[in-house]
């Protein structure tokens, strides 16, 4: 069955500092990755999607990237920390037919 | 594009009794409806799916009804325990694309 691992679970970042956030898929080959951002208390706001690597759509204007180098490995970056950045950063994955599971997520706090 | 609407935004039961919640969508193209458990700091978990070609489905104390000509679907959590208690948020997709949640649902059951 397939395994979403995502890492740092915490952080602490300034404002203005850069941003990485990984995520790896384990049990499945080409499946679809997503980032998806939840401040506290509210709904899920897709980021980011990728069905292949090296293929990113966005889903939200901001200063936040995504990159997919390989098939399984999916990064959340940013060259400078917002306020608002703060939030809970979840990847997920998926193969077919659209079922997603999600990864353990991350908690930003941007300082 | 795709808008999921998640009614109520809280809901308070007594343990064992029913909670319902209800989503509508706007994409008549929409064939899969998931489900997503999200217990306090920790990921959304998939607890039920549906897809366009049924009507309902059932596991244990949970269940799924979708009616496609009113385009909207619901979540029945039958003699509801404590450890129901957590955020259910709804989702919905066509083909391939990704999943458009509902803001969520915060279901407490008070023993």
């Known amino acids: 069955s397939q395994t979403i691992h995502q890492w740092p679970a915490t952080l602490v970042q300034p404002v203005g500092s850069p941003l990485s956030l990984e995520c790896t898929v384990e049990g499945t080959s080409n499946p679809n990755l997503y980032w998806y951002r939840q401040a506290a208390g509210r709904g899920l706001q897709l980021l980011f999607y990728s069905v292949g690597i090296g293929q990113i759509s966005s889903e939200v204007p901001q200063n936040l990237s995504a990159s997919r180098p390989q098939d399984r490995q999916f990064i959340l970056s940013s060259k400078k920390l917002l306020l608002s950045d703060s939030g809970f950063y979840l990847c997920?994955?998926?193969?077919?037919?659209?079922?997603?599971?999600f990864g353990e997520g991350s908690w930003l706090t941007v300082v | 594009g795709e808008n999921v609407e998640q009614h109520p935004s809280t809901l308070s039961v007594q343990e064992g009794d029913s909670a319902v919640i209800k989503c509508t969508y706007s994409?008549?193209?929409?064939?899969?409806f998931p489900w997503y458990k999200q217990e306090l700091g920790k990921r959304p978990q998939l607890i039920i799916d549906i897809r366009s070609n049924v009507g309902e489905k059932k596991d244990q104390r949970i269940a799924v009804t979708l009616n496609k000509t009113a385009k909207h679907f619901s979540l029945h959590i039958t003699e509801t325990q404590p450890e129901d208690s957590a955020v259910y948020f709804c989702a919905s997709a066509s083909g391939n694309t990704p999943l458009v949640f509902g803001k969520g649902t915060r279901l407490s059951v008070i023993a």
């Open positions: 994409d008549s193209a929409s064939n899969y």
């Open positions: 997920a994955g998926g193969v077919s037919g659209n079922t997603i599971y």
